[in-house]
Structures are given as structure tokens and as C-alpha cells.
């Protein structure tokens, strides 16, 4: 399963950006999808994931500025950024919880991360 993010840019304080990111592969099921970041001297951390129903989770941060949403018949999820602030700068990673065949277990993939700046 490859993850193909994309999205990612520089954009001043108050600016939108939109991340999107497509799962391929060997795929039975798509459990869940979401976007986690990583700043300098930080863990990385859930931004916001969606499952397959559309059930949404959003960290504290974000909750009101940003929206998750997903295609599921090209098991694509977007994200959409507005009101970015300089603390929302990052590498953001997309995150896919998927069972690649009927039969096995679930597994987690990580796509290779994409930069979010905002700065003035």
C-alpha cells in the first residue's frame, strides 16, 4: 500500500491550504485515514482522522479551522486548512488503517510527509 500525499506549501498567517492523499495498492478495506504533523522538537500528533462511516476526530488545535473529509471510492482523504496559524507549521504526514486482504490483519502505512509553513 503506497500513500501519495500532497497539498503542502508556504502561506501567510490567516491563509488556507488543502492537503489530499491517496492510498493504492493492495487494498481490501480502508478502516480509517487521517493527517498527523511533526514540528521541530515535537512528537508526531493525530491532526485529524476519519473512518470509513465518516465518523471525524480533530486534536484541540485544529477543532473549527480545519475540516477532514474522504472519498471513499478513490480512498482519498482531503484536508482543508483555514485560519493557519505560525504553530500549525509542520510535516504532515498521512496515516491509512487498512486491511489489505479479507483474510489478514489490520495494518497501519505512513505516507512520506509533506511541509506546512505559515509565517508572514
Known amino acids: 500500500v503506497q500513500l501519495q500525499a500532497s497539498g503542502g506549501g508556504s502561506v501567510q498567517p490567516g491563509g488556507s491550504l488543502r492537503l489530499s492523499c491517496t492510498a493504492s495498492?493492495?487494498?481490501?478495506?480502508?478502516?480509517?485515514m487521517g493527517w498527523y504533523r511533526r514540528s521541530p522538537e515535537k512528537q508526531r500528533d493525530l491532526v485529524a482522522s476519519i473512518t470509513s462511516s465518516g465518523l471525524t476526530n480533530y486534536a484541540d488545535s485544529v477543532q473549527g479551522r480545519f475540516i477532514i473529509s474522504r472519498d471513499n471510492a478513490k480512498n482519498t482523504i482531503y484536508l482543508q486548512m483555514d485560519g493557519l496559524k505560525p504553530e500549525d507549521t509542520a510535516v504532515y504526514y498521512c496515516n491509512a488503517d487498512v486491511r489489505p486482504y479479507s483474510w489478514s490483519a489490520r495494518v497501519d502505512y505512513w505516507g512520506q510527509g509533506t511541509q506546512v509553513t505559515v509565517s508572514s
Open positions: 495498492g493492495t487494498i481490501f478495506s480502508v478502516i480509517s
